[in-house]
């Protein structure tokens, strides 16, 4: 994980929060998400310097649908 954090963590924000949403769809296509695919989650965000409320505010997106 942290090999491929390294990169993105150096992008802005924006493309950070992007990569949270791609992840998040993913996670969520087969219309729930595990413990290990919520753990995964929260240890990518934390890599990544997005915050847990940020996430959350994703999350809820695609628990919407």
Do not use: P, Q
């Amino acid at each position: 994980i942290l090999e491929f954090t390294k990169e993105i963590k150096n992008s802005d924000m924006k493309h950070r929060i992007k990569i949270i949403e791609i992840l998040w769809s993913i996670v969520y296509s087969d219309g729930k998400a595990d413990m290990y695919e919520s753990t995964l989650m929260r240890r990518i965000c934390g890599l990544l310097y997005v915050s847990d409320k940020a996430s959350g505010e994703i999350k809820e997106k695609f628990l919407k649908k």
